[in-house]
């Protein structure tokens, strides 16, 4: 069974500062994909990784694929209060199963 | 291009009634996902349909769920006998065919209330 870990699962930070939050999994996966939700809404696609190392960047997000396509993290610089939302990843497994992580809830306070 | 859309956004059943949630998938999106998320928790996979097939419903409830994703319409979600543990939101998401390097894209959700 596949699984995807989360870290930290809370965060309460100031506006302005810098944040990191963490996906792990002991599975390979052909894509990984990170979503931000918000309270009563769907999870909104923010980014897809495919490429082992690979690195986007979203404005003031980015989003790195570990080499070894097993973990994931989300860099954000200098948060703002519409940055507060549940972030999920997700890993796809080679075929049309995708794992969710439990989520990192961000709360960034003005 | 519309996205993915659900409806209703909110329902509310009485223990015993049926519930039955719809969902119709991007255009030209093919591939059919169903989540449960309980409050501050996150997305539980339930089945995963292609047109006129099940592929995994192995997230399902063995009684009282099921799912068909029809030739023609939408996506519907059948919980029947409702139970107030099926109190929670349920979120559709779909995607193209191509396989891989796939993403899913999500509905609004449909929050189910049992009384």
């Known amino acids: 069974t596949q699984l995807l870990e989360q870290s930290p699962q809370f965060l309460s930070i100031q506006e302005g500062e810098n944040l990191t939050v963490y996906c792990n999994s002991s599975s390979v996966f052909s894509s990984l994909q990170w979503y931000r939700q918000e309270p009563g809404e769907g999870p909104v696609l923010l980014v897809t990784?495919?490429?082992?190392?690979e690195v986007k960047k979203l404005k003031r997000l980015t989003f790195q694929f570990g080499d070894a396509r097993k973990d994931s993290s989300l860099h954000i610089t200098a948060a703002q209060p519409g940055d507060t939302g549940l972030y999920l990843c997700a890993g796809n497994d080679y075929g049309q199963n995708f794992v969710f992580g439990p989520g990192t809830r961000l709360s960034v306070l003005p | 291009n519309a996205g993915v859309m659900q409806n209703p956004r909110h329902l509310v059943r009485r223990r015993g009634q049926e519930a039955r949630l719809r969902c119709s998938p991007m255009?030209?999106?093919?591939?059919v996902y169903w989540y449960r998320q309980l409050p501050e928790e996150g997305l539980k996979f339930m089945v995963y349909?292609?047109?006129?097939?099940?592929?995994?419903e192995s997230g399902m409830p063995k009684e009282r769920f099921s799912a068909e994703f029809p030739k023609e319409g939408p996506s519907i979600l059948r919980i029947q006998q409702v139970v107030r543990g099926d109190s929670a939101a349920y979120f559709c998401?779909?995607?193209?065919?191509?396989?891989?390097?796939?993403?899913?894209?999500f509905g609004p959700g449909t929050r189910l209330t049992v009384l």
């Open positions: 255009k030209g999106h093919s591939h």
């Open positions: 998401a779909s995607s193209p065919e191509i396989a891989g390097a796939d993403t899913q894209y």
């Open positions: 990784v495919v490429t082992g190392g």
């Open positions: 349909l292609q047109k006129e097939n099940i592929i995994d």
